[in-house]
Nanobody, 124 residues
Framework: QVQLVESGGGLVQAGGSLRLSCAAS????????MGWFRQAPGKEREFVAY????????YYAPSLKGRFTIDRDNAKNTVYLQMNSLKPEDTAVYYC?????????????????WGQGTQVTVSS
């Protein structure tokens, strides 16, 4: 029903910025909330950010709030993650996910559709 494709990852030096994009397509897209997650090798998948359809509600992992910003452009069917002041510990594969239930969740198991991920590498 929903296909998600991430882009914008790459190699950046510590202190730099990246802007990730997640393009959505398919049916029943309109009412989905969106989230960003990340996973580094040997680590658990962790919540990064959440945004509802209207952009009236956002949530962030406490350690990331202030550095990362989630937003969306529904006319373009795209969700973004602006990442500033990047640190080596931000290195991970970043995934976008869609959630049909219109409420906040930071649990990966609560999301219904997933992209394939985009690699972000932050060098020291």
């Amino acid at each position: 029903q929903v296909q998600l494709v991430e882009s914008g990852g790459g190699l950046v030096q510590a202190g730099g910025s990246l802007r990730l994009s997640c393009a959505a397509s398919g049916r029943n897209r309109r009412n989905y909330a969106m989230g960003w997650f990340r996973q580094a090798p040997g680590k658990e998948r962790e919540f990064v950010a959440y945004i509802n359809w209207s952009s009236s509600s956002t949530y962030y992992a406490p350690s990331l709030k202030g550095r990362f910003t989630i937003d969306r452009d529904n006319a373009k069917n795209t969700v973004y993650l602006q990442m500033n002041s990047l640190k080596p510990e931000d290195t991970a594969v970043y995934y976008c996910a869609a959630r049909a239930t219109p409420s906040y969740s930071g649990s990966y198991a609560s999301y219904d559709y997933w992209g394939q991920g985009t690699q972000v590498t932050v060098s020291s």
